[in-house]
């Protein structure tokens, strides 16, 4: 399966670069790091877990934070990360930590981790997923495939019929039609997902209500002194596909929505999704218009001089479900695989291919690229 082979290929490149102690080698020297989180829960028995690389368990969460601090770093919230960037601060490593969509393990599982390690944190939240009126569709793509033996729809304009009884055939029935979704326009994969979910006896709302917080959680969340609320719009789309009225709608009504429950409005934003096709310099300036401080996206690399002065363009380091270990750990917070990426992309840049196009875009989260994962 496409995912399996780039997993397996990742891990044998961080697994390489571990050995080489790449960490230390090829350390990138930054101002700080922000790290990208989405679920933190314990691992369910459920071999079939095709968005697994968007959740971390909790015993390697306490673990990671006890790493990082282990290296000298200063946990500090993101509003403060972006106020040392900003005056230049070199005296230690920030790390501030972020996690995206708002769901339940946020409070649950994530928070008593934070609480025991002191550490500042932000919470991204989608209103629509809390309120169950966003598609969600890479949650409502596995709950389909999770529950049915078979899946009938209609894909492309062609008829599609997949047996999905045993977990190799669901992790292949999801990868097929998640590929194919993961680049339809925003109205179009809304549409398809809920027909999806309808025609095999589901409801988006009821698949969001079991993962998502209440408003009375996002508030819970919200009273914890190591905890900020920030913005990630109404229903999740990828707002550079969008025209822009309606991306400065999304982002508004999000903050709007925000503001209203818990009295506070959001001076922090993630771009949802947040690749190359999600989030661009327009998306920035519009962070701009909504008084945002600091915007971060899912583009993998640390925070050094360059990026001090665009707090509304940051880029993330994500910690992949998919590569739960203390030296991934280790490689990503030194920033070697990026400074490593950067050098690879210029030496292929110089040096001509005879090839013309791209690949086709892939829904699965690279550690050290950020990735096109659903955040």
């Not at 339940?104 to 599982?109: C, F, K, P, T």
């Not at 913005?231 to 999740?236: A, C, F, L, P």
């Not at 008084?291 to 640390?302: P, S």
Request: with cysteine; glycine share 8%; charged share 25%.
């Amino acid at each position: 399966m496409r995912r399996a082979l780039k997993t397996a290929t990742i891990r044998c490149a961080l697994r390489g670069l571990s050995l080489a102690r790449a960490d230390r080698w090829f350390a990138e020297p930054a101002l700080g790091v922000v790290l990208m989180l989405h679920r933190v829960r314990p691992a369910p028995d459920d071999p079939f877990r095709p968005n697994g690389h968007l959740e971390v368990t909790p015993d390697f969460l306490d673990r990671a934070l006890a790493r990082v601090r282990a290296t000298g770093a200063r946990f500090v919230s993101l509003e403060e990360a972006a106020d040392r960037a900003r005056r230049g601060f070199t005296d230690e490593r920030f790390v501030a930590t972020t996690l995206d969509d708002g769901y339940r393990d946020n409070l649950v599982h994530a928070l008593p981790v934070f609480r025991r390690h002191g550490v500042p944190h932000t919470v991204f939240v989608a209103t629509g997923m809390v309120e169950g009126t966003a598609s969600a569709w890479w949650l409502t793509l596995e709950a389909v495939v999770r529950a049915a033996p078979r899946i009938e729809a209609v894909l492309d304009g062609r008829p599609l019929s997949l047996d999905t009884r045993a977990p190799a055939a669901k992790a292949r029935g999801f990868d097929r039609i998640a590929r194919r979704v993961d680049v339809m326009a925003e109205d179009d994969r809304a549409a398809f997902v809920r027909a999806l979910a309808t025609a095999h006896g589901l409801a988006v709302p009821r698949i969001l209500s079991a993962e998502m917080m209440t408003w009375d959680d996002v508030r819970a969340i919200a009273a914890d002194p190591l905890a900020t609320i920030g913005g990630h719009t109404v229903d999740h789309p990828a707002l550079a596909t969008l025209p822009v009225d309606r991306a400065r709608r999304e982002i508004g009504l999000g903050l709007d929505r925000l503001e209203t429950e818990l009295g506070v409005r959001p001076r922090q934003f993630a771009y949802p999704f947040g690749n190359v096709r999600a989030a661009g310099r327009r998306e920035a300036a519009l962070m701009a218009e909504f008084g945002i401080d600091v915007a971060v996206t899912t583009r993998g690399g640390l925070i050094g001089p360059r990026e001090a002065g665009d707090t509304l363009f940051w880029p993330r380091v994500s910690l992949n479900g998919d590569h739960q270990t203390d030296a991934v750990v280790d490689l990503l917070v030194s920033g070697a695989p990026f400074r490593l990426a950067r050098a690879a992309g210029a030496v292929r840049r110089l040096i001509p291919t005879g090839r013309r196009g791209t690949s086709a875009p892939d829904h699965t989260p690279d550690p050290a690229a950020g990735g096109a994962a659903p955040v």
